[in-house]
């Protein structure tokens, strides 16, 4: 999906919602598990209720990978049956040099055709590039992180700035705002307007809204450009609003409560 086609989206939904979809066995309602597949049957119910009040999805693949082959092919079935509309995200997180980075680019834009994937520039340049060579595929750089362990590095001084700082305004000279995002989490927001102004036209995957305690309003006054540039991303706070037999309804309840108040900040 390129930029235009995502903020196009955005525009006619009034909503810059996305959809985690860290889906865990053990989590999900008790009467899907004698499914052939549960963890593909609950992720199917969510995106049946919601896929008409959010512009993207992110799998976060741990919680796929630890299911071994079953879990990939619960992965695979999910990212198919997403709607092509909807703008998807492989929160793997992923970071190494060389053909590593290539092969890891390829899995999960050409075999699992995601859209997007998360990306840890510890490595540098050689790291992410490989990325970035896909047309109308994104690179989603881990910037500044929504953990409590995200002071131990990402908000160390340097001489004039902090190091998200520094990794965020080195990174988006490898790319630019049309394959390239950066996270930003939504427990950060005090200094989100900061952020802004470094890369004022790049999107932001936001985690960290509802759960874990971050704020949809501030997050959307301090971090939102003239295309919104915002994808903002709630998961337990959507697909585990209920745990009966009625889950997806209250699922859909709670997408709808997030993109009503999305499009008062449109």
Request: net charge negative; hydrophobic share 40%.
């Amino acid at each position: 999906m390129n930029r235009q086609e995502l903020v196009q989206l955005i525009r006619d939904r009034r909503s810059y919602l996305c959809i985690g979809l860290d889906t865990d066995i053990h989590k999900i309602p008790k009467h899907l598990l004698s499914h052939p597949d549960p963890m593909f049957a609950f992720n199917k119910a969510i995106i049946d209720a919601t896929k008409d009040l959010c512009v993207a999805y992110k799998i976060n693949t741990a919680f796929y990978e630890c299911q071994g082959i079953r879990g990939w092919e619960s992965l695979q079935r999910t990212v198919e049956y997403i709607p092509k509309e909807i703008f998807t995200i492989a929160d793997a997180k992923r970071g190494d040099i060389g053909n590593t980075s290539s092969y890891y680019a390829k899995t999960f834009y050409e075999t699992y055709g995601f859209d997007s994937v998360t990306v840890a520039p510890y490595m540098g340049h050689d790291s992410v590039q490989p990325f970035l060579g896909f047309p109308e595929k994104w690179a989603i750089v881990l910037g500044l992180t929504s953990n409590v362990g995200s002071a131990d590095f990402q908000m160390q001084p340097l001489k004039d700035e902090k190091l998200y700082e520094k990794v965020i305004r080195t990174c988006a000279s490898w790319g630019s705002p049309d394959n390239m995002m950066f996270v930003v989490g939504a427990t950060q927001a005090d200094v989100v307007a900061d952020i802004r102004k470094i890369v004022p036209d790049h999107f932001f995957l936001v985690p960290g809204v509802g759960a874990q305690g971050g704020s949809l309003k501030d997050i959307s006054e301090k971090g939102m450009n003239k295309e919104a540039g915002l994808l903002v991303n709630a998961s337990r706070a959507v697909i585990y609003a209920g745990n009966d037999e009625r889950f997806a309804d209250d699922a859909h309840a709670a997408a709808l409560q997030l993109q009503k108040e999305m499009a008062g900040y449109l």
